[in-house]
Structures are given as structure tokens and as C-alpha cells.
């Protein structure tokens, strides 16, 4: 009889064990208690667990995340984007240069450029899905091809590849605050006033808002969650990227599904590059240079599998805190920025092995 109780308990233990490693998120959760626990430790007293501080990585790790969503969509649908970078910097200079060269109305510029992302990443899945061309050929050669135009457009109307102007231009507009303004300001100047949180000399509080880029990028993770684990249309796209042919087989869309996730990484590259835009008032060629490496390890850490067919929303929002948290935290230490790359590729590789040995673990396989 005690026999049958531990033989139950240990299948109970290693139940539980594979339910946990069979969540993409896994990984990446226990890589960000890490990361945290590290400059926690290494960090005290820099000011990095201040308000402004939380402030300073809780950006760059929601500038990322935008991305890393689509990216970590796209990758469960099976395929990839390598042109999102190029997307971000023709996308910013699709704003700017109508608003300043051709007197558009600022809100208009914006449509635009999301008009004609969506029309690029809908062209870049069509090519895919009709060709056969592996996506990493397709969108590599979108890559130069976005990139070589917005160099060649900034330079035919501004004679330079910085384009300014884009703040004066939006002050006061609805699509400038919805890009590039913040929120909560009020509740922050409370919190200075109660001395919950530091006051700059002048008074302000350290922290003016919550910058609209974090809005996004939780919007976006939460829409983008709620589609994937609640929705059919969810299962198809783990459905398009596990098995297209068996996919196909049972009436999944799957050329519809993979086109809608190539639309969906050239939106979040686009309200990427709105959020910039506005924030800095201006457009630069070189925007977005290798953020479709950073959001693909994102997505990785955060368990999408490159094969396709396994990830989750969660697991690419972790992947991206981890990344922000790194990239800030590095320099509240006094740790040499360089090492910051060689992070992220360590974390990539660590990342890879470690999913690999899930699915082998999941699946059975040896």
C-alpha cells in the first residue's frame, strides 16, 4: 500500500513538472526572477528600483514588447520577418515627410503610413504563401529593399536622412498625444506631494506619466493574448504553424492566417514607429536598425519555438522585460555596455537549448 502511495506521488510530482514545462512562458518566468534577483542585488541604492528608474526599463521593455508580440505571432504561424526593422524607419519617415514636405495634416500622415505597412506586410505573406519561398528570403529582401527606399526618400526631399519638425507639427493633435504623450500625470503629483515618490529640483514630480508607448504595449499583449489563447483564430495559428498540410486538411485558413500575422508584425513596427516619431519629434533613416533580431530573441526567450506551432504572448512580454531590465540594469551597475550583446546572445542560446528540451520532454521524442 506505501508502494502505491509514493509510486502516486511521483507521478503527481512529474505530472505537475511537465505541465509546468510544457507552458512556453516557463523559461522565460524563471529567467526574469533571475534577472531581477541579480540587480536587485547588484543594483541596490543605484536608483534603478526607484520611481524613475522603473520608469527608464519599464519603457525600453514595453518599446520592445510591441515588437516582440508580433514577432512571437508570427513565429507560432510558422514563418518570419526580418523586415520589421527596415518597417520601423520607412514607416517614421512615411509620417514625417508628408507632414513637413507636403503640408498633410499630421493624423492623415499617420494613416498613411499604417496604410501602406499594412499593404507591405499583407505583400510580404502573399509572396510567401503563393511562392513557397522560405519567409526569411522573402522578408530579408524586404529588409534592404524598405531600407534602401527610406534612405533614398529622405534624402530626395530633405536632403538629409533626419527629418524634423513632426512635434510643432502634432502639438496640441489627438494622434500626437495618442503617440507620444503621457498619462496619469496628475496621479504622480500626488504621489510626489505625499513623498511617495522624488521630486525633481523644480518641484515636478521625477516621473510626469506614463509614457503612451507602455499603453500600447499593453494593449497590444492583452488583445493579442486574449486572440491566441480564447479565440479559434488562435488555434489556427498555432494549427498554420504546427502542421500546415494536416491544418489545411480540416478547413484552417492557413494562407489567410499567415498573410493576417505578416499584417500584424508591419502594424506593431508602425505604431513602433509612431511612438517614436512623436516622442522625439522627428524621423531618422537608421531607426529600428536590428530590432528584428532583438524582438525574434525576445520572442525566443519567451518560448516560440523556431519550428513554429508553440509560444505564447506571455513568454514574448517577459522575453522583452528581460531585455529592458538587462539593458537599463547594466548601466545602473557600472558594468560596461558591451556586455549587454553578449547577454542577449548567451540568453538566445540558453533560450534555444532550453525549448528544444521541452518539446523533446513533451513530445516524447529522444
Known sequence: MSAEVKSDERLGQESTLRHLLSKPEFGALAGTILVFLFFGMTAQG?????????????TVSAQLMILAVGAALLMISGEFDLSLGSMIGFAGMMIAIPTIYFGVPVWLSVVLAFAGALGIGFLNGLIVVRTG????????????????????????????TIVGGVREAAEGTFV????????????????????????????????????????????????????LSRTHYGNWIFASGGDAKAARNVGVPVNAVKISMFMLTAFCATVYAACQVFEFGSAAAD??????????????????????????????CLGALIFGVVQIGI????????????????????????????????????
Open 176 to 227: 500626437g498625444w495618442l503617440f507620444g504623450g503621457k498619462v496619469g500625470g496628475a496621479f504622480f503629483v500626488f504621489l510626489a506631494e505625499q513623498g511617495i515618490i522624488n521630486k525633481l529640483p523644480n518641484g515636478a514630480p521625477s516621473v510626469p506619466g506614463i509614457p503612451m508607448v507602455i499603453v500600447w504595449a499593453v494593449v497590444i499583449a492583452i488583445l493579442a493574448g486574449i486572440v
Open 133 to 160: 519561398l522560405p519567409s526569411f528570403i522573402v522578408t530579408l529582401a524586404s529588409l534592404f529593399i524598405l531600407r534602401g527606399l527610406t534612405i533614398a526618400l529622405s534624402i530626395l526631399f530633405a536632403n538629409r
Open 287 to 316: 531607426r529600428g536598425l536590428l530590432k528584428e533580431f532583438e524582438a525574434i530573441i525576445a520572442a525566443v526567450i519567451g518560448g516560440c519555438l523556431l519550428t513554429g506551432g508553440y509560444g505564447s504572448v506571455i513568454g514574448a
Open 46 to 58: 543605484s536608483g534603478m528600483f526607484a520611481a524613475d528608474g522603473i520608469l527608464n526599463w519599464t
Open 331 to 366: 548601466l545602473f551597475t557600472g558594468i560596461n555596455n558591451d556586455w549587454f550583446r553578449v547577454f542577449l546572445g548567451v540568453m538566445l542560446l540558453f533560450a534555444v537549448l532550453f525549448n528544444n528540451f521541452v518539446r523533446r520532454r513533451v513530445t516524447g521524442e529522444r
